[in-house]
C-alpha cells in the first residue's frame, strides 16, 4: 500500500548529475524528459481504493484483519493508494442525513479516479448497494468482513464481490464435548433483528447436533431485556452451556459495548459460556473455534488484487472457514476443567504461566546442575572409599613385607644371636658349678653364694632380654604411633648390629644429639628402617679393608620442626645410574637379594610423615638423611 508518489529520490539526482556532466545540455535534457514519462507511467501504475467504514473508532478485530489485507497489498506488485470514509449513524430508513454524506462524498471524488470500493461490515454493503452506482458508476465494489447468517436470510448483493465470515458449528461442537462430555442441552444465543438468521443458524446447530450427538437438545432465543437474559442464564440447570453466536449492543433504549453485555452475561451464568467471535475472547467465555482474522484479511486483500487487475471480471464470492481454537485459562480454572481435556492446539492468551512453566528451562538446567554434582558427590564418595580400602591393603602389605624382611634380618643374624646368648648360658652354667662344689665342699660363705645367686639371675635377664629383642622383631604388627625417641631406637639395636658388625668386620660410630625431640612412630617399624639401612651399608663395604670398613649412625636437630637420622658408609657409594630406582620394590643388584629392603624402608619413612635421601660422598661412600618431623607436644628424650 503507497500514499502519494515520490518525485525525486537520491539515486535518480546522482543518475541526473552523471548524465548531465558527461554528456550535455541536450543530452541531459533528453534524459529528464524520459523520466518524466515514467514517472507518468508509475502515477498511472498506482490503484486507488476507496475503504467504507461504519464508524470512525474501529476495534482491535478491525485492525487485525486490515493489518492482514494492508500486508498483502504491500507484498504485491500493484501499487495501491488507500482511502477511507467513515459512514455517519442514522436512523432506519435511511434519510436527508445520509443523502448529505452522499452527495458529500460525490463531490470529494468528482475529480479522482476511484479504481475500487470496497465495504467493511454489513452497513457499509448496505450503503455501497444503496448508493454507489450514484457517486462511482463505473467502479467495481467489494465487501469482507460479513458475518455468514448474512448469508441464509439476506440476497446476495448484486454485482458486488466479497468474502463473508462462516463459523464453524463443527468444530465448536466438538470442543463443547470435549470439555464437558457429560453436557446435554446447548442454549445458543443470536441476538438478531432478523427472525430468519435466528431460523437458520438454529437449523444449522441443531443438524451439527443430531449428527454428532443425537441425545444432544439445542435451544435458540433471541434478543430480551438485558435483565431478563440475565435471570435466564443464572437459572439453567449444570447440563447446559451457553453458545454466544450474536449479541446486540442496542438494548432496553441504551447502547452497551459488547464486552460489558459478554461480561454480564458470563458472570451471573450457572454454567460456562463459549463464543464464538474474537471479540468475545477474554469478557469471560470458555472459549471457541473462531475466525483466523489474519486469514480474513489475506483472503479480502488477494480478493481486491484480483478485482484490480480484473475490474469488469466477476462477482466473487468466497467464505472464511478458517479458524483457530481460543482458551480463556481464567474461565478454565473457574469451571474446574482438568488439563487433560484441553487440545493441545488451542490458543491459550489468558494463560498465566506457572512457576514451573515460566522457568522451566531455569529449574531444568537446576535439575540437571543437582544431578551432576550428587553424581560427583556419590563418585568421590566411592573414590574415596576406593582409596581407603587401597590404602589398608597397602598398609597390611607394607606390614607384612616389613615382617618379611625382619625374618630375612633375623635369618641373618641367627649365629650372632646364638653366640650372643651362649655368654649368659655359659656364665649362668659356671656359677652354677661353682655354686655346686661350694656346697659339696660344705665351706660356703653366705656371701659368695649370694653373689653366685645374684650373677646367676643377673645372666638370665641378659638371656631374656635378648630373646625378647628377637620375639619383637619377629612379631607381625601394624603400625602403632607413639612418641618415640629416635636415640633410644638407636640404643635398643645396638646388641643386633653389634652381632652385625662383628659378622661384616664393621666398626660402628654413633653420634646422638643430646636433648633430641621425640617424634612420633613405631618402635619396631623405626628399628627396621635402621637394621635395613645398617645391613646394606655393612654389604657394599665388602670390598673395603676391614680395618677401614666404618658405619655411621647419627642423629641431630635440623629445624625447629624437624630431626634427622644419617646412616653413612664409606664405602664404593651408589652408581648414579641406578640411583633413582633404588626405593622400587624387588629392585636390587644383589645377585641373592629381594629388592625390599630399601622399598621397606621408603614405605616406614612416609608412614612416619617423613622423607628419606640419598647422597653419595665425594671422598667414598652413600648416606642416607631421614628427615622426621618433631611431636606436636615437644617432647624431648
Known amino acids: ?193 432478523h427472525p430468519e438468521e435466528i431460523q437458520q443458524l438454529h437449523a444449522k446447530l441443531a443438524a451439527i447436533a443430531k449428527a454428532k450427538e443425537p441425545d444432544l437438545r439445542i435451544d435458540t432465543i433471541g434478543e430480551r431485556p438485558l435483565a431478563d437474559l440475565l435471570n435466564f442464564v443464572a437459572a439453567l440447570p449444570p447440563d447446559t452451556v451457553l453458545l454466544a453466536m450474536t449479541i446486540a449492543n442496542d438494548r432496553d433504549g441504551m447502547r452497551y459495548a459488547t464486552d460489558e453485555i459478554v461480561r454480564a452475561i458470563s458472570e451471573k451464568s450457572s454454567v460456562p459460556m463459549y463464543g464464538m467471535r474474537s471479540s468475545y475472547m477474554g469478557n469471560g467465555v470458555v472459549g471457541g473455534q473462531v475466525i483466523n482474522l489474519g486469514e480474513h484479511g489475506r483472503e479480502a486483500g488477494q480478493l481486491a488484487l484480483q478485482l484490480l487487475n480484473n475490474p469488469h471480471g466477476g462477482p466473487y464470492t468466497q467464505i472464511s472457514q478458517k479458524t483457530r481454537c481460543v482458551l480463556d485459562d481464567r474461565q478454565i480454572r473457574r469451571w474446574g476443567f482438568g488439563p487433560e481435556r484441553i487440545p493441545q492446539d488451542c490458543e491459550r492468551p489468558f494463560n498465566t504461566p506457572t512457576l514451573l512453566e515460566r522457568n522451566a528451562m531455569q529449574i531444568l538446567a537446576f535439575a540437571l546442575m543437582a544431578a551432576v554434582i550428587i553424581f560427583l558427590i556419590f563418585g568421590l564418595q566411592w573414590q574415596r572409599k576406593k582409596r581407603l580400602r587401597a590404602d589398608e591393603e597397602a598398609n597390611r602389605q607394607r606390614t607384612a613385607l616389613a615382617h618379611v624382611a625382619r625374618l630375612g634380618s633375623v635369618g641373618e643374624l641367627t649365629a650372632s644371636i646364638v653366640h650372643e646368648i651362649n655368654q649368659p648360658l655359659g656364665a649362668i652354667l659356671a656359677n652354677a658349678d661353682a655354686a655346686t662344689m661350694m656346697l659339696n665342699q660344705q665351706s660356703h660363705p653366705d656371701h659368695e653364694l649370694r653373689a653366685i645367686l645374684a650373677d646367676i639371675r643377673d645372666d638370665n635377664l641378659r638371656a631374656s632380654q635378648i630373646i625378647q629383642k628377637l620375639r619383637v622383631l619377629l612379631s607381625k604388627r601394624s603400625l602403632e604411633s607413639k612418641p618415640v625417641s629416635l636415640n633410644e631406637v638407636i640404643n635398643s639395636s645396638r646388641s643386633m648390629l653389634g652381632n652385625l658388625a662383628i659378622k661384616h668386620h664393621v666398626t660402628i660410630a654413633t653420634e646422638l644429639a643430646d636433648d633430641l625431640p621425640l617424634i612420633m612412630g613405631d618402635n619396631t617399624h623405626l628399628q627396621q628402617v635402621l637394621i635395613n639401612l645398617s645391613s646394606n651399608a655393612m654389604e657394599a663395604m665388602e670390598a673395603v679393608p676391614p680395618a677401614q670398613r666404618t658405619l655411621t649412625i647419627k642423629t641431630e636437630k635440623s629445624s625447629a620442626s624437624h630431626i634427622r637420622l644419617i646412616v653413612a658408609d664409606n664405602g664404593p657409594g651408589i652408581p648414579t645410574n641406578i640411583l633413582p630406582n633404588i626405593f622400587e620394590s624387588f629392585y636390587t643388584t644383589k645377585p641373592e637379594g629381594m629388592g625390599m629392603g630399601l622399598a621397606i624402608v621408603q614405605t616406614i619413612v612416609d608412614a612416619h610423615c617423613g622423607r628419606i635421601e640419598t647422597l653419595n660422598d665425594p671422598q667414598g661412600g652413600a648416606t642416607f638423611v631421614i628427615t622426621f618431623p618433631i611431636a606436636k607436644n615437644d617432647m624431648h628424650t
Open 1 to 193: 500500500m503507497t500514499g502519494r508518489q515520490t518525485l525525486f529520490s537520491l539515486p535518480q539526482l546522482f543518475r541526473w548529475n552523471r548524465v548531465c556532466s558527461s554528456k550535455g545540455l541536450r543530452s541531459c535534457i533528453a534524459f529528464i524528459a524520459m523520466q518524466a514519462c515514467a514517472w507518468q507511467a508509475a502515477a498511472d501504475h498506482v490503484k486507488r481504493v476507496v475503504l467504507i467504514n461504519p464508524a470512525e473508532i474501529l476495534s482491535a478485530n478491525a485492525q487485525v484483519i486490515d493489518h492482514a489485507m494492508y500486508e498483502v497489498f504491500s507484498k504485491s506488485s500493484q501499487k495501491v493508494e488507500i482511502l477511507s470514509e467513515y459512514l455517519l449513524k442514522h436512523s432506519e430508513p435511511p434519510g436527508q442525513l445520509e443523502r448529505d454524506s452522499v452527495d458529500l462524498i460525490a463531490k470529494k471524488y468528482s475529480d479522482q479516479h476511484v479504481d475500487l470500493i470496497i465495504g467493511r461490515g454489513e452497513r457499509a454493503l448496505e450503503f455501497i448497494e444503496r448508493n454507489g452506482k450514484a457517486i462511482w458508476p463505473d467502479t467495481p465494489a467489494m465487501y469482507y468482513s460479513l458475518s455468514s447468517p448474512a448469508i441464509y436470510w439476506r440476497q446476495r448483493p448484486q454485482d458486488i464481490s466479497g468474502v463473508f465470515v462462516d463459523y464453524d458449528y463443527a468444530a465448536n461442537l466438538a470442543l463443547i464435548m470435549r470439555l464437558q462430555p457429560s453436557v446435554r442441552h446447548i442454549v445458543q444465543i443470536v441476538e438478531s433483528p
